[in-house]
């Protein structure tokens, strides 16, 4: 298994991609191309007392770099040596087996899709991160890809994000919810309210498991495995659990640190705080898997460190093996919206 990472992308670059892809090369086994400016990687490997590179590791040299300010939708064009470009067309050769950025979410979306294509059939590919929930997780279906959704963008959604809990989660028949503001057919806007009864459709065929609507809280509490929303509501949810996250997180180390006996409290319970602060970091699932497209590709965090590109290659891995891309493309009739029409009549 051989995993391209942009050595270039991300706040903390080229040092977490550099040193995250060696901890994946020697923790997990996995061979490693790095893409980016040769003398900035090798400077990275010197500072960390390495003076060649490990076996399993090579370098695709990049002289340009897709800068958080350049314009996403056109960056990798106008910068054609970028470390973004030059990975994802390593990728589309077959050189690799999955990709991996911390860079531009917009530019990485734009390049994948232009570059290595969507899956024939696929209308948008979505973002579809694993969020913490009462049920050990559920894949949010888009979370800021696509703002602006037809009801057949959501009924894809549900599909591939009904493929990625079965595949990736191990769920057996995961529960499939819409995201609304009720439980009620026709509660939300004009877009759920259409996607509805096609999610029903494809429920009542076996197709997916849909449950109904879900209110965010209890998608939080686990009511489902697939939580499918547009990009736009999708992304407030996240960020909305992001932040809560935060929030408690400080509000908890504050609280134990008012007095001897809450520090005291803390060691007996600091077990239990590493798990919840386990549990709640972005950094330990790796990244997000641009779903849709026909290549592997895992967007990590902006700002992830060393560990959570080594979690966002070992995500690659696992993506890439799970037989994804297959099911969606052997599934991609049933994902049409004018079939689903005709079953409904």
């Known amino acids: 298994m051989k995993i391209i990472v942009d050595a270039m992308g991300g706040d903390n670059a080229p040092q977490a991609p550099v040193l995250g892809a060696l901890q994946a090369s020697e923790q ?14 090798l400077k990275v490997l010197q500072k960390n007392g390495r003076q060649e590179l490990p076996k399993g590791v090579e370098i695709a040299h990049a002289s340009q770099v897709v800068e958080i300010c350049d314009d996403p939708a056109n960056a990798f064009r106008r910068k054609k040596d970028s470390s973004l470009t030059v990975g ?18 917009g530019a990485l979306l734009s390049a994948a899709t232009l570059i290595n294509k969507r899956i024939k059939g696929v209308r948008r590919a979505a973002m579809a991160p694993v969020v913490p929930t009462g049920n050990g997780g559920a894949v949010l279906i888009d979370c800021g890809a696509n703002v602006k959704c037809p009801p057949e963008y959501l009924l894809q959604f549900a599909y591939m994000g009904s493929f990625y809990a079965e595949k990736l ?26 996607v509805y009864p096609l999610l029903e459709a494809a429920g009542r065929e076996g197709r997916i498991n849909f449950v109904g ?19 736009y509501a999708g992304n407030i949810f996240l960020k909305t659990m992001e932040g809560t996250g935060l929030f408690l997180a400080r509000e908890i180390k504050k609280m134990f640190k ?13 077990g239990g705080l590493k798990e919840f602060k386990k549990i709640m970091s972005s950094g330990e699932v790796g ?10 590709v895992i967007k990590a965090h902006g700002s992830s460190d060393a560990y959570a590109i080594r979690n966002a290659v070992r995500q690659a891995v ?9 099911s969606i493309a052997a599934h991609i009739d049933q994902m049409r919206l004018e079939p689903l029409k005709k079953t409904q009549e």
Not at 287 to 296: F, H, M, R, W, Y
């Open 258 to 270: 008012k007095n001897l006996l809450t520090k005291l409290s803390a060691l007996l319970v600091s």
């Open 287 to 296: 990244g997000t898997a641009l779903v849709g497209i026909s290549k592997p």
């Open 88 to 105: 994802l067309s390593l990728l589309k050769e077959g050189r690799g087996d999955g990709f991996v950025s911390a860079g531009s979410t």
């Open 213 to 231: 609507n879900v209110e965010a809280r209890e998608a939080v509490e686990g009511a489902v495995d697939v939580i499918v929303a547009d990009g």
């Open 318 to 326: 696992e993506y890439s093996q799970s037989g994804m891309i297959e």
């Open 169 to 194: 989660l191990g769920r057996e028949n995961p529960k499939v919810g819409l995201l609304n503001i009720g439980a009620e057919p026709s509660k939300g806007t004009d877009l759920q309210v259409e």
């Open 28 to 41: 997990l086994g996995v061979d490693i191309i790095l893409v980016g400016r040769g003398e900035d990687i």
